[in-house]
């Protein structure tokens, strides 16, 4: 039996007979990323929405071959996240380049407003990644050497934003010098004897909504590339504030004084009181919008969105400026003499 054992040790195979080790075959076959380049020349290592992204994958038969034999499509990795649905746009295997489209409407998107939501102030126009190609399983993805530069995705679009923010600034400077210079923001009425005409609370509410509106609708242009931001709520809003200072500008026409008009005082004093002093009811007026347009504003900034008020809102604001008109009319139809 030991001359058995003996004999077993040190029987000789022939070398061609070895089978290879199964582990160094797999290891040899894995696939590994060499570069990443963005499809715009001009910036290489940063690649923004609707642009593409150019992977080196050696040896990329090797990733195509465990696609088909797990049957699960090549995808791109981000952060060690598959994003499902974005099959390349381009697969070169003699060149092992395998190229893949960040489409606006598809998962990077998704992806896109994710990092917009969570970003820091280090991090407001790019964020730096990891990108590398693998299977949508998350089974396999390309290894990354350690030679490749970061590579970045472009949120904000730096020209364009400045831009905005251009379009925002004259803006607003250029209606405060009109509303300084004229009656912009002043009520209809006939000109006081001496001074200037009283603030309109209605037409402060429509300039109000106005800018809020337009400032999210370039923010969220600039950071989203969308134009269909606006929801059918934000609209009826606009609507309201805009005949609320329809109805008050016919009102305060119709009262037309032989002695002139009322002096305006200052601003708070003016949107907030009537001939007789101070009122709630612009006091409510003027609370609600305030209120409102602070919601707006931390939700278009906070959540990429506009709010979509319901209609309990809505109606709220249509009784708070109904209450705004129906007291205006007396209001103006009780100061000074009235022509016939």
């Excluded at 697969?91 to 960040?102: G, K």
């Excluded at 600034?169 to 405060?176: A, I, K, M, P, S």
Aim: with cysteine; charged share 20%.
């Amino acid at each position: 039996m030991s001359l058995l054992l003996i004999a077993c040790l040190f029987t000789r195979v022939p070398a061609g007979d070895v089978p290879a080790p199964t582990a160094l075959s797999l290891r040899d076959s894995l696939p590994s990323l060499l570069s990443i380049v963005s499809g715009n020349a001009a910036r290489p290592d940063a690649a923004a929405l609707d642009e593409v992204v150019v992977l080196r994958v050696r040896p990329l038969r090797a990733l195509m071959e465990r696609s088909t034999t797990q049957e699960s499509p090549i995808a791109l990795v981000v952060d060690g996240m598959p994003l499902r649905g974005t099959s390349p746009c381009a697969l070169r295997p003699e060149r092992d380049e395998i190229a893949f489209l960040l489409s606006r409407s598809g998962p990077a998107r998704t992806l896109w407003d994710g990092y917009l939501q969570t970003r820091g102030r280090d991090h407001f126009f790019t964020q730096h990644v990891s990108v590398t190609a693998g299977l949508e399983n998350g089974t396999l993805s390309a290894g990354i050497t350690s030679d490749i530069p970061n590579f970045s995705f472009i949120l904000v679009r730096r020209p364009i934003f400045f831009f905005c923010i251009g379009v925002a600034v004259f803006l607003f400077v250029l209606f405060h010098i009109l509303a300084y210079k004229s009656d912009l923001l002043r009520d209809a009425g006939a000109d006081p004897a001496s001074g200037r005409k009283p603030y309109s609370l209605s037409r402060t509410q429509m300039a109000l909504w106005f800018f809020v509106v337009v400032i999210s609708f370039l923010m969220l242009w600039v950071e989203t590339g969308r134009i269909d931001t606006m929801p059918s709520s934000v609209i009826a809003l606009l609507g309201i504030s805009t005949v609320t200072a329809l109805g008050a500008a016919v009102i305060d026409a119709r009262a037309k004084r032989i002695d002139g008009g009322e002096a305006s005082d200052d601003f708070i004093y003016d949107i907030l009181s009537d001939g007789h002093g101070l009122c709630f009811h612009r006091f409510q007026m003027a609370g609600w919008t305030l209120v409102l347009a602070v919601v707006f504003l931390y939700t278009v900034f906070t959540e990429l969105r506009m709010p979509e008020f319901d209609s309990s809102i809505l109606l709220l604001m249509g009784i708070s400026s109904g209450t705004y008109l129906g007291y205006k009319i007396p209001e103006r139809g009780s100061l000074g003499r009235v022509t016939p």
